[in-house]
């Protein structure tokens, strides 16, 4: 099938499209990505690749629960094999390393590692142990997120995040894991897009565990942001050497008019998908005028929460894809306008690199004691086909470049960004999309679990070769 937005992109690069440059993908002798020092790596998650969901005493998670519902994930679609990374963990390790990558960003599964009682399963985290070492011994940077969205079902029993205790929780589940992975972890996040997991789990129910309530949403996420601040001191007890962090994914709004109220519309459709979450972490508050946006959903917050949230972080980790045209709706929000003949990617989403130079930069002025940035996700979903044993994604090698070009001129603006993390190292489990939508630069035949490096794989291994060459 045919990406829709094919015809503007050969408009937009076409030597690139047509395969007439030898390496559409190297930068430009000047770019910052030269640098020794900034890790260039590859990111999945937990329930994403591993599958195996009813083995070695792993528990049920929402993922599991609302996949299994019909209608909720596009062909009925699940994790329960995914990658089947579980098992071929080993050969997906080697293969990162025989790219080249200079980082992995993986996920644990708390329902594989914690029983219901929170007494650990030892099988589970020997399978974290056994995948962390052997990356350490290929001489690979380690981030670990400790929560990509896959909760425990028994905690979503009794109320999942909009429970106080599951923060509590979570707390405990990262004692644990820094207790037993302590030495093995360059970089702990405590949560992968909060955003996601309030929004669209209890704002809109687009994700598990399903429900749809602005009031819910806002006190999920108030729950989201204190398990973190709990987390990160247990982190720093348990595990000094290794950095502490969070995962963020960032908006970028424009106005569909210069009225004022569509430069309202934009500047509230950023605060409800960046300040939301930024505000609380940077400046121990939130924006008032998400309030404005979602009336009487003021989240409940206790004495010393708010300082508990914001403690200082080592780094933090943004993830960034698209931006969202918008206007006034004519009350107090925003409506989506979206723009037509612009390039866009199997999701739809608008390519627009400059978005997240400008959100980058713009953070930098809002947020004076703004952490080092890693960006912990980047990359598009393409309809990838092996022909002849070989994935030309043409489009995505022009993405992967035109926003690794953004992220070097937000740094010469002055943004200290350390690294980037390519979504994905391989094809997986796309939530409610499920694997219809191919975002790895490794593509999975699912039939046959072959993998098959993609032209843009080969690329960036390619310059990575170079830059290690040049030191
Ligand atoms: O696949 C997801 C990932 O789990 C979180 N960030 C966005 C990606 C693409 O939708």
């Known amino acids: 099938m ?80 995914a990658c089947d990374h579980y098992h071929r963990w080993e050969a997906d390790v080697e293969m990162l390393a025989s790219l080249g990558l200079e980082g992995y960003r993986l996920s644990i599964a708390w329902p594989r590692v914690m029983d219901a009682a929170g007494a650990p399963n030892r ?122 962090g969070i995962v963020a994914n960032i908006g970028r709004g424009t106005a569909n008019s210069d009225s004022a109220a569509d430069q309202r519309a934009a500047h509230l459709f950023e605060v409800q998908h960046n300040a939301w979450i930024l505000d609380p972490l940077l400046k121990g508050s939130y924006p008032q005028d998400l309030f404005e946006l979602w009336p009487g959903t003021e989240p409940l917050v206790l004495d010393g929460d708010m300082e508990t949230i914001s403690a200082p972080l080592d780094f933090l980790g943004i993830n960034y894809y698209f931006r969202t045209n918008v206007a006034s709706d004519g009350a107090h929000g925003f409506r989506d306008v979206p723009l037509e003949g612009v390039e866009r990617t199997q999701m739809g989403w608008e390519v627009y690199p400059d978005g997240l130079r400008d959100l980058l930069t713009g953070f930098k002025k809002t947020y004076h004691n703004l952490p080092p940035i890693y960006i912990t996700e980047n990359g598009m979903a393409s309809d990838d086909e092996v022909t002849d044993g070989r994935v030309d994604d043409t489009q995505r090698i022009s993405f992967l470049k035109r926003h690794l070009a953004a992220v070097d001129q937000a740094i010469k603006a002055g943004v200290d960004i350390r690294g980037y993390f390519l979504w994905s190292l391989m094809d997986n489990f796309e939530w409610a999309f499920g694997y219809e939508r191919r975002f790895g630069v490794v593509h999975v035949d699912y039939s046959t679990q072959k993998r098959t490096i993609k032209r843009s794989a080969e690329l960036v291994e390619k310059f990575l070769q170079e830059r290690k060459a040049k030191a």
């Open 2 to 81: 045919a990406n829709d937005a094919s015809a503007v992109f050969d408009t937009l690069s076409p030597a690139v499209s047509k395969g007439s440059l030898a390496d559409p993908f190297t930068p430009p002798a000047d770019s910052s990505l030269w640098r020794k020092n900034f890790l260039l790596g590859a990111a999945t998650a937990s329930y994403q690749i591993e599958g195996a969901v009813n083995e070695d005493g792993r528990l049920p998670s929402i993922w599991d629960t609302f996949s299994a519902i019909p209608g909720k994930v596009l062909a009925g679609d699940t994790g329960a094999v």
């Open 123 to 244: 099988k589970g985290i020997d399978f974290y142990k056994r995948l962390l070492n052997r990356l350490k011994e290929k001489g690979i940077t380690t981030f670990v997120t400790l929560y990509h969205w896959d909760l425990p079902q028994h905690l979503e029993d009794r109320g999942g995040w909009l429970n106080r205790d599951t923060a509590y929780r979570f707390a405990d589940y990262a004692d644990l894991m820094s207790c037993e992975l302590a030495g093995t972890v360059d970089a702990w996040a405590t949560l992968n897009e909060p955003w996601c997991s309030a929004y669209l789990g209890y704002g809109n129910g687009h994700h598990a565990p399903g429900l749809a309530n602005d009031r819910f949403a806002t006190q999920a996420m108030h729950h989201l942001l204190l398990a973190h601040g709990l987390a990160v001191p247990v982190l720093r007890a348990n595990d000094p050497a290794s950095q502490k």
